[in-house]
């Protein structure tokens, strides 16, 4: 080992700890939550129980993902919901007809990369505010998806439908592909870049690091994200529908903000992100589970929420002291 | 000639056996259980109630029907529980709702869609093992449903135009107020205004309002409208309390009343009483919710429910707006006064075909 890579190796972890911090408690957090509903649902722990879950997990995961990213790059998105509605309609007006399900997809996906990338130049070349930007945008971009499919409807082909939402856990297989596609695109210069060019621009643009080229990419592999939940969403539903996506602006910035992702850049690490987003999805199972009245269900998610932020919180500071 | 004649002639021939067939078929059909129900469910049944939104007090008041229709099963032994959920307007947590529904095994489903596309899937899932599907309200397009209940969208579009047109004389300007776009009762009840429209040509269309179907939202639509458009004749409402909504931004604009369409809510109500407005409404029955409750047990006891039972449309005018505003007390002051209903009521619609 030479003396470059066990530098990078002494920097390493105190870094990964760093990003860590916060995430720790929640995943215990999590893992209490996933124990509790497979206790109180043991049919979780089968095949098809591990599917169905997946299944209603993987679009807020995505867009928990696609949230974080723009937050760690110092953003931040109000289109997120916008976005997987668009995907939604494109992916049930294209994939039926002449396109086919390959050019549906390959739609889906440029649209995702084009509006978010058209986003992070308005933002980062205008120096635009984040979250005027993505608010204009949630506004066309869901004015636009309203226009190609006016209300419910459109197809999905049923074969698509049944290999990505069956009894198979194609979902579960699909979380593991977008973590790998996360971690290549970390080990990219420009993802490298990520978590500089969002904590400190200045510092990072004089130690040479392409803050804007990463920056902007951030928010295209933000909306290519979104817009592939909304893909997911159009499969798992079997249809198209141009508000499907509406909760998930919120629900996504939730589910950062509780994996530990901080709103000023830089400080955070995806796999709280993604605990997050886990968290909200369990805690609706487990809530029915547990045979809470609907008005019990605003109150414990409510607590549940600022438990699991606290906790690590008040944790860290005793450590601290 | 000769042989078109022909073959028109055996056209009709096997037209006449298939209706024939149809015929034959069609007794049999109706004689076993109502669709998704296999037969092994036995009382008392639990029953999930997926509602969308919980908070609306339409929603509230559809909920109150639901409980007491439950608690009446109860004490005749057909239902041991009523399960709840809530998914805060969000179709994707309404599908995994339904979802833990199914993983939890309860014997029916009755549901308000929050999509009348996205939940579909599930619901089929559902249906396949066994479980009484009850849609009503907002329906999804699939039908893998026992059943679908509601009123008939399109008529009350054509049937609040109708009145409109009749009294603004066949020409003038008019307001649209709709519900929340992308919604299929709000799509719908536009599309069944429409052709009306289309009609008289004399009617011109001022501009259109897409708000969640609430006063405060449409009040505040119709005000900026009022601002931009001095001369306006008619108010086409399209829902909930829309109408009031508009009532109100006309009364605090100190701009006269115009012909207004609109709902059984109880604001809308009593402002066209107070101001003697020249209106029309309808209703959307909440005890469409306890209906839905009465035939999934219907079903599930093995008895037949038709595929989609119609509510027919009531005329609120001031012929009989005195009986729903005698009424009004025992209804919430921004709730909707719906019509009184017993099992009667429910035995008769479900016997309609």
């Not at chain 2, 599930?300 to 989609?308: E, I, M, Q, R, T």
Request: net charge neutral.
């Amino acid at each position: 080992m030479n003396a470059i890579e066990s530098a990078s190796l002494r920097l390493y972890w105190p870094a990964q700890r760093q990003r860590n911090r916060g995430a720790g408690g929640l995943l215990i957090v999590v893992a209490a939550f996933l124990a509790l509903y497979a206790y109180l649902f043991p049919g979780l722990l089968s095949v098809g129980g591990v599917a169905k879950f997946a299944q209603s997990w993987l679009p807020l995961a995505m867009v928990s993902m696609a949230q974080a990213i723009l937050m760690l790059a110092g953003g931040v998105s109000l289109a997120i919901g916008a976005m997987v509605s668009l995907g939604a309609v494109i992916a049930a007006t294209t994939m039926a007809g002449p396109l086919g399900v390959a050019g549906g997809a390959a739609l889906v996906m440029i649209a995702g990369l084009g509006v978010g990338a058209a986003c992070g130049v308005i933002v980062v070349r205008l120096g635009l505010p984040a979250i005027v930007v993505t608010l204009a945008a949630s506004f066309i971009v869901g004015g636009a998806a309203l226009l190609i499919l006016p209300r419910p409807g459109g197809t999905i082909p049923a074969w698509l439908s049944d290999l990505l939402a069956g009894d198979k856990p194609v979902a579960a297989w699909l979380v593991i592909a977008v973590v790998v596609f996360w971690k290549l695109y970390l080990a990219t210069p420009l993802g490298l870049s990520l978590y500089a060019a969002g904590e400190n621009p200045d510092a990072a643009y004089r130690a040479g690091v392409p803050v804007d080229a990463a920056r902007i990419l951030a928010y295209a592999v933000s909306g290519l994200l979104a817009t592939c939940a909304g893909l997911f969403v159009a499969a798992k539903t079997g249809s198209g529908d141009p508000v499907i996506g509406e909760a998930f602006t919120l629900n996504s910035i939730a589910a950062a903000v509780l994996g530990g992702v901080g709103f000023l850049g830089g400080k955070g690490a995806m796999r709280g992100a993604l605990a997050g987003s886990l968290l909200l999805s369990v805690m609706i199972n487990v809530m029915y589970f547990l045979g809470f009245p609907p008005v019990a269900h605003y109150i414990a998610q409510g607590l549940i929420i600022i438990g699991a932020v606290a906790l690590p919180e008040f944790s860290a500071r005793r450590r601290a002291l | 000639m000769m042989k078109s004649s022909l073959s028109a002639l055996s056209a009709a021939c096997l037209g006449l056996f298939l209706g024939l067939l149809a015929c034959v078929a069609m007794p049999s059909e109706a004689a076993a259980a109502a669709k998704c129900i296999k037969g092994d469910r036995k009382p008392p049944f639990t029953i999930g109630w997926a509602d969308i939104y919980s908070v609306p007090t339409w929603m509230k008041e559809t909920q109150g029907t639901i409980e007491k229709e439950v608690d009446e099963l109860k004490k005749q032994g057909l239902v041991s529980k009523l399960v709840v959920t809530d998914a805060q307007g969000d179709a994707n947590t309404q599908i995994q709702q339904i979802q833990s529904m199914i993983d939890s095994n309860v014997d029916a489903i009755i549901l308000i869609a929050g999509s009348s596309t996205a939940p579909g899937r599930v619901i089929a899932d559902a249906c396949a093992k066994g479980i009484a599907v009850i849609n009503f309200d907002s329906l999804v397009d699939t039908d893998e449903v026992t059943a679908k209940i509601n009123t008939d969208s399109a008529q009350w579009g054509a049937s609040a135009a109708k009145f409109l047109v009749d009294a603004i004389g066949g020409k003038g300007k008019i307001l649209v107020l709709n519900g929340p776009a992308g919604i299929s009762v709000s799509d719908d009840r536009r599309k069944g205004a429409e052709p009306v429209l289309k009609a008289n040509p004399n009617v011109t269309i001022l501009a259109e309002t897409n708000t969640a179907y609430n006063v405060a939202p449409a009040q505040e639509a119709v005000t900026n409208l009022l601002f931009a458009h001095p001369d306006i004749d008619g108010i086409l409402s399209l829902g909930g309390a829309l109408s009031a909504g508009a009532v109100l931004a006309f009364d605090k604009q100190g701009r006269a009343q115009v012909p207004i369409t609109g709902e059984n809510a109880r604001q809308f109500l009593e402002l066209w009483k107070a101001k003697n407005l020249k209106a029309w409404a309808t209703m959307q029955p909440n005890w469409l919710g306890a209906f839905a409750t009465y035939a999934a047990v219907q079903a599930l006891s093995g008895k037949d429910v038709p595929a989609f039972v119609k509510i027919p449309l009531p005329v609120i005018d001031n012929s009989n707006i005195d009986q729903y505003l005698a009424k009004a007390k025992d209804f919430p002051a921004d709730g909707y006064i719906y019509s009184p209903y017993d099992q009667k009521l429910f035995d008769e619609l479900l016997a309609q075909k």
